[in-house]
């Protein structure tokens, strides 16, 4: 199967594998533990279904979705995903360009290869940026003064990786950071040797951009990833994220979000907008599904900010069900990073068609014309489902 022929992001996920050496393949999929967490999120999916109302006039449907004051096409954008450059020499400037022309935001992982000003230039509109804080302050003062001059808007801070997970299936791999590649991980390497050529010709390990300022003159690419992972993660607390809320004068979302009083106690500060996320299960395994989580929190903020999530989105009508429970927004990890491995650019492309594809279908499916009036009327599910009226969350006035 060629990448133009995928079907679904599955056959996607099919091509990657084959692409990938066995190590790198399974740092996309791993989760944390025993991977309960990895499993809830696409099993939580499963406990709903989607009521359809036929015979409404669905000739045209509509999945835009008006967010932070700009309109995007289509409801989903694409998270962040660290390492991405590993997986594929210039993957994350492939999918922020991917994501500039089919009108969606690409948030570059903090821990991304491609330096921020280069993003800022390929797709000003379209770029959100996230942060990792470092150990020392100084430096992600400066990481935010940069994102701030590069002309970028947003600011998105994970906050559900205090201290390092516990990330078993990648330890017992041999994954460290920076990457040793042991005799071991060399030959079963060999057999993708598609990957293999094209990671040699440019260059092995990529540089984590945005941290060589910080490392030290002269450093490999392996010395800043040590650096890197000497400061980060730091632990950050409500104080220091007041303190980045006066520092940042764009719009700040807040990523891994799931008890409603942190909801609410972030718009109170002047959060402009949670993402709900168990970070596509890789960060602690008991966590709930954010599909859990999500209309809680929604009815908390009653409105006050937008609510994003993410985890376990592998299909368009997935996001419709996340929409149905409260979600304004969501992004999905790993379907882009399949699409990006299995075929560079063309591959983030068709991952987002196939994605903007099945929730045009959806939405037709079930006869709903449009995104924005889906709400708990339409979902059929285990849990008891608050209905909530279809959201108008106040449009963040925010200075750039
Ligand atoms: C390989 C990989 C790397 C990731 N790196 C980051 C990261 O650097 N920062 C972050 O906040 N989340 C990171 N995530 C989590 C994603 O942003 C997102 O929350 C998750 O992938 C969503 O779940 P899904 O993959 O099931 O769509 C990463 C996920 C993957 C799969």
Redesign the pocket.
């Known amino acids: 199967m060629k990448v133009s022929e995928a079907l679904s992001i599955a056959d996607l996920r099919r091509l990657a594998k084959r692409r990938l050496p066995r190590i790198l393949f399974e ?2 999929e791993s989760g944390v533990e025993d991977e309960h967490g990895l499993a809830r ?1 696409e099993e939580a999916f499963r406990q709903f279904r989607l009521l359809p109302r036929y015979l409404g006039d669905i000739a045209e449907r509509d999945q835009t979705v008006r967010l932070f004051g700009r309109d995007y096409a289509s409801p989903f954008g694409i ?5 991405a450059g590993l997986l594929r020499h210039g993957a994350d400037m492939m999918l922020a360009e991917a994501a500039r022309d089919a009108n969606l935001p690409f948030i570059i ?3 991304g290869a491609a330096p921020v000003e280069d993003l800022a230039r390929a797709a000003p509109d379209h770029v959100w940026c ?1 942060l990792y804080p470092a150990k020392d302050r100084a430096i992600t003062a400066d990481i935010v003064r940069r994102i701030r001059d590069a002309g970028l808007s947003t600011l998105v801070l ?1 906050v559900d990786n205090p201290v390092y997970p516990n990330r078993e299936r990648d330890t017992r791999n041999g994954f460290s950071l920076p990457l040793r590649l042991k005799p071991s991980i060399l030959l079963e390497a060999l057999t993708h040797p598609g990957w293999i050529a094209h990671y040699l010709r440019h260059g092995g390990m990529p540089y984590m951009s945005t941290w060589v300022p910080y490392a030290g003159e002269g450093k490999s690419a392996a010395e800043v990833a040590a650096f890197f992972r000497s400061q980060s993660p730091s632990i950050q607390t409500w104080k220091d994220v007041e303190a980045l809320r006066r520092d940042w004068p764009g719009i700040f979302i807040l ?1 891994g979000i799931q008890h409603p009083d942190d909801a609410v106690r972030a718009a109170e500060i002047g959060i402009d907008g949670v993402i709900v ?1 168990n ?2 299960g ?1 960060s602690f395994d008991p966590l709930p599904s954010p599909l859990e989580t999500l209309p809680a929190v929604k009815a908390a903020l009653k409105g006050r900010i937008p609510v994003m999530m ?4 592998r299909r368009g009508y997935e996001a419709l069900i996340a929409r149905c429970l409260g979600a304004d927004f969501v ?5 882009t ?1 399949y699409g990006v491995v299995a075929g560079g650019r063309a591959g983030a492309d068709k991952a987002i068609q196939i994605l903007r594809k099945e929730i045009d279908q959806s939405l037709a499916l079930i006869g709903c014309p449009s995104f924005s009036q889906l709400d708990g009327s339409y979902l059929l599910g285990a849990p008891a489902v608050p209905r909530h009226p279809c959201p108008t969350f106040q449009q963040a006035e925010v200075e750039t």
């Open positions: 740092l996309i999120n998270a962040p995903t660290g390492f992982s903090g821990a996230h994970t990523k996320s970070h596509g890789k993410d985890s376990g989105i992004f999905v990890g790993r379907a990073l």
